[in-house]
Nanobody, 118 residues
Framework: QVQLVESGGGLVQAGGSLRLSCTSS????????MGWYHQAPGKQRLLVAA???????VYRDTVKGRFTISRDNAKNTVYLQMNSLKPEDTGVYYC????????????WGQGTQVTVSS
């Protein structure tokens, strides 16, 4: 069973930065797309950023220009650089993989908590 381990979260003031990491127990080299998801308290889990095997990226409008997703296939790791953080970015961040039909491939990890204070 593939394990996804997210890390890098924490408490930061508004305007600050964090870098999240997601390491997979299986190679991500051929994965169609890796994504970062945000679950705010009491809300649905939403995709905020994704990167394809060809390094194309997509971002939710609310994070465009502030977040950057990247991947290191050699380390089986996907990163999310989060800048200019806002209180509404607070929540748990998860990563997952998507196949060519954009269906989730793996069980969710434990996520990493991000708290942005105003």
């Amino acid at each position: 069973q593939v394990q996804l381990v997210e890390s890098g979260g924490g408490l930061v003031q508004a305007g600050g930065s964090l870098r999240l990491s997601c390491t997979s127990s299986r190679s991500i080299f051929s994965i169609n797309r890796m994504g970062w998801y945000h679950q705010a308290p009491g809300k649905q889990r939403l995709l905020v950023a994704a990167i394809t095997s060809g390094d194309s990226t997509v971002y939710r409008d609310t994070v465009k220009g502030r977040f950057t997703i990247s991947r290191d296939n050699a380390k089986n790791t996907v990163y999310l650089q989060m800048n200019s953080l806002k209180p509404e970015d607070t929540g748990v961040y998860y990563c997952n993989a998507e196949n060519s039909d954009y269906l989730l491939m793996y069980s969710w990890g434990q996520g990493t908590q991000v708290t942005v204070s105003s």
